[in-house]
């Protein structure tokens, strides 16, 4: 009978990083090989990932098993989502990419000694994980591991939740000024009404007290980003690097030991991991970028700037790009409407499930003060219950390819709209998607 030693939830990617470290420590504690600690490590943090991004949450409990008179580290990774429908399909064919689905799955699996998978429709998903221990592995009681839980337990503070802190902290400063500011200008209410000379002197004080209290709103808006911030960083980039990291010490051990056939099995799995790690700096870099002011306006072609998009997002042949008849230019932050577009048309690229007469069509019209665009594909559409969250950070549509976004791309596109002052809302019932959004009518240049 298995000997539980620990369990933790699955929620997010602090957890998966969490799951990835208590592999590491557990195995070390066991007297596992380090090449085999940081390839049964990999392994659990792949599967957990899967959880997270297919699923939303799950556990993960580590144990000590014995199997025919051999002593196993055991982890067990439970979900209770919708199961896989084809994982005897998966799980029995040779991938040539890191990128398909099911690559994870495939991959976790060379990297321990066994490895175990049962799915049902609607009754979730179970991935069972085993680590060979060393005849003279230590023995491990109930009081032993108890104390080991304890340890765990007094690890120091993420630096997300440090940062948290300090946040909180900060808005509680702000409350501070505000409550004082709020004193300040009862005082000088005061004083105006004593004397009437200083009257435009303390009005010229309320001006600087409002612009003050905008700026403390700003800056709790700043703050905000950098929580925002410190979660990528310290999660959605670390997990990469924790991959590659266990992934080179693992190929570093083949390779030390001659194991050739087993390092060219890790290299696939480490070009994902730089792969995840480039989209994921990229992405940041565009988030920061949607957020910043004063970008120069300069003319830009419509057709011209689409024409661009497509040739860096490398069109496949069979999605054909329908533009307007109608030539528009504007005078606008080119480097924005870019980014809007190389984001819903590559999200359209990226989704599409058809291999011929695949279209994306863009049109436009004027309104008033707001030209409206939109982006209409022929693809598998989107369902009604991502409608409301798809713009938010870190959201993505369950489908084949959302293992390699990150999640950001619409949050991207939102945050520039809104800060033009404009909206983005989408439309799908049954096959398509319609993205809509709208633009100032007044950086048009009329002819």
């Given at each position: 009978?298995?000997?539980?030693?620990?369990?933790?939830?699955?929620?997010?990617?602090?957890?998966?990083?969490?799951?990835?470290?208590?592999?590491?420590?557990?195995?070390?504690?066991?007297?596992?090989?380090?090449?085999?600690?940081?390839?049964?490590?990999?392994?659990?943090?792949?599967?957990?990932?899967?959880?997270?991004?297919?699923?939303?949450?799950?556990?993960?409990?580590?144990?000590?098993?014995?199997?025919?008179?051999?002593?196993?580290?055991?982890?067990?990774?439970?979900?209770?989502?919708?199961?896989?429908?084809?994982?005897?399909?998966?799980?029995?064919?040779?991938?040539?990419?890191?990128?398909?689905?099911?690559?994870?799955?495939?991959?976790?699996?060379?990297?321990?000694?066994?490895?175990?998978?049962?799915?049902?429709?609607?009754?979730?998903?179970?991935?069972?994980?085993?680590?060979?221990?060393?005849?003279?592995?230590?023995?491990?009681?109930?009081?032993?591991?108890?104390?080991?839980?304890?340890?765990?337990?007094q690890d120091g503070v993420s630096p997300y939740a440090e940062i948290k802190r300090q946040n909180m902290q900060l808005?509680?400063?702000?409350?501070?000024?505000?409550?004082?500011?709020?004193?300040?200008?009862?005082?000088?209410?005061?004083?105006?009404?004593?004397?009437?000379?200083?009257?435009?002197?303390?009005?010229?004080?309320?001006?600087?007290?409002?612009?003050?209290?905008?700026?403390?709103?700003?800056?709790?808006?700043?703050?905000?980003d950098l929580d925002t911030f410190a979660h990528t960083v310290s999660h959605d980039l670390r997990a990469p690097l924790?991959?590659?990291?266990?992934?080179?010490?693992?190929?570093?051990?083949?390779?030390?030991?001659?194991?050739?056939?087993?390092?060219?099995?890790?290299?696939?799995?480490?070009?994902?991991?730089?792969?995840?790690?480039?989209?994921?700096?990229?992405?940041?870099?565009?988030?920061?970028?949607?957020?910043?002011?004063?970008?120069?306006?300069?003319?830009?072609?419509?057709?011209?700037?689409?024409?661009?998009?497509?040739?860096?997002?490398?069109?496949?042949?069979?999605?054909?790009?329908?533009?307007?008849?109608?030539?528009?230019?504007?005078?606008?932050?080119?480097?924005?409407?870019?980014?809007?577009?190389?984001?819903?048309?590559?999200?359209?690229?990226?989704?599409?499930?058809?291999?011929?007469?695949?279209?994306?069509?863009?049109?436009?019209?004027?309104?008033?003060?707001?030209?409206?665009?939109?982006?209409?594909?022929?693809?598998?559409?989107?369902?009604?219950?991502?409608?409301?969250?798809?713009?938010?950070?870190?959201?993505?549509?369950?489908?084949?390819?959302?293992g390699n976004s990150t999640g950001l791309g619409l949050s991207i596109v939102k945050r520039i709209i809104t800060g033009?002052?404009?909206?983005?809302?989408?439309?799908?019932?049954?096959?398509?998607?319609?993205?809509?959004?709208?633009?100032?009518?007044?950086?048009?240049?009329?002819?």
């Amino acid at each position: 009978m298995p000997k539980v030693i620990l369990k933790i939830n699955i929620n997010n990617e602090l957890d998966v990083v969490l799951a990835y470290k208590r592999a590491k420590q557990l195995s070390e504690r066991l007297g596992i090989t380090i090449g085999n600690q940081t390839k049964f490590a990999t392994a659990v943090s792949e599967i957990c990932r899967n959880v997270v991004e297919h699923v939303g949450s799950g556990t993960i409990q580590y144990s000590l098993t014995e199997v025919q008179s051999i002593n196993y580290l055991e982890a067990i990774v439970s979900d209770r989502g919708r199961g896989i429908g084809n994982v005897d399909f998966l799980m029995n064919r040779n991938i040539g990419s890191s990128h398909i689905k099911g690559a994870g799955l495939l991959n976790s699996r060379k990297l321990v000694d066994y490895f175990n998978i049962q799915s049902e429709s609607e009754k979730g998903t179970k991935v069972t994980l085993r680590q060979r221990l060393a005849h003279n592995a230590p023995t491990v009681t109930k009081a032993i591991a108890e104390n080991w839980v304890m340890e765990f337990d007094q690890d120091g503070v993420s630096p997300y939740a440090e940062i948290k802190r300090q946040n909180m902290q900060l808005l509680e400063v702000l409350e501070q000024l505000r409550e004082r500011n709020e004193v300040a200008e009862q005082r000088l209410q005061e004083i105006s009404r004593l004397n009437k000379q200083l009257q435009q002197t303390n009005n010229d004080i309320q001006v600087l007290l409002q612009e003050r209290e905008s700026q403390n709103t700003q800056l709790q808006s700043i703050n905000e980003d950098l929580d925002t911030f410190a979660h990528t960083v310290s999660h959605d980039l670390r997990a990469p690097l924790q991959n590659i990291n266990g992934l080179s010490e693992a190929l570093k051990d083949c390779l030390s030991t001659n194991k050739l056939t087993e390092a060219k099995t890790l290299l696939p799995m480490l070009q994902q991991q730089t792969a995840r790690m480039d989209q994921f700096i990229m992405s940041i870099l565009a988030y920061s970028l949607a957020g910043r002011k004063n970008i120069t306006k300069v003319e830009t072609d419509l057709h011209e700037l689409v024409k661009g998009v497509t040739e860096l997002l490398n069109l496949p042949d069979y999605i054909t790009i329908i533009l307007p008849e109608t030539p528009l230019k504007l005078r606008t932050e080119s480097i924005l409407l870019h980014q809007v577009f190389s984001n819903l048309i590559g999200n359209a690229i990226k989704y599409h499930d058809l291999k011929q007469d695949a279209t994306i069509e863009l049109s436009f019209t004027q309104q008033g003060d707001w030209l409206y665009f939109a982006l209409q594909d022929n693809g598998p559409g989107i369902p009604a219950r991502s409608h409301q969250h798809i713009f938010n950070v870190y959201q993505t549509v369950n489908m084949d390819s959302a293992g390699n976004s990150t999640g950001l791309g619409l949050s991207i596109v939102k945050r520039i709209i809104t800060g033009k002052g404009g909206k983005v809302w989408l439309e799908s019932e049954g096959r398509g998607t319609r993205f809509s959004f709208t633009w100032p009518a007044s950086e048009v240049i009329k002819e």
